[in-house]
């Protein structure tokens, strides 16, 4: 079972940047694909990006497409959102995700470990 901690969030400007990491401990990385999500209080939790397991494949919400890019380094068992020309919209508690032998998910449903969630606040 692996176990995520998310960290890198904070307050940014808009057209500000952010690196978000997720690290996970508890099983073999390289074997999970792995996802970043976000919540806005009062509304579902959306998905934002997604790395499969093999690290070959990736999408990303429409939202966020060509400001944002997911990436994996198995040796550290973590994975990155790098965040570009940040919105205020963006603003929102980013939570990581992983599923064994994931090669395309973009839904809650698709993944069964969650990390705790690390608050976005984007300034206008």
């Known amino acids: 079972q692996v176990q995520l901690v998310e960290s890198g969030g904070g307050l940014v400007q808009a057209g500000g940047s952010l690196r978000l990491s997720c690290a996970a401990s508890g099983g073999s990385f390289s074997n999970y694909g792995m996802g970043w999500f976000r919540r806005v209080p009062g509304k579902e939790r959306e998905f934002v990006a997604h790395?499969?397991?093999?690290?070959?494949?990736?999408n990303y919400a429409d939202s966020v497409k060509g400001r944002a890019t997911i990436s994996r380094d198995n040796a550290k068992s973590t994975v990155y959102l790098q965040m570009n020309s940040l919105k205020p919209e963006d603003t929102a508690v980013y939570y990581c995700?992983?599923?064994?032998?994931?090669?395309?998910?973009?839904?809650?449903?698709?993944?069964?470990?969650w990390g705790q969630g690390t608050q976005v606040t984007v300034s206008s």
């Open positions: 790395i499969s397991w093999l690290g070959g494949r990736t």
């Open positions: 995700a992983a599923q064994m032998f994931l090669a395309f998910g973009r839904t809650e449903q698709n993944y069964n470990y």
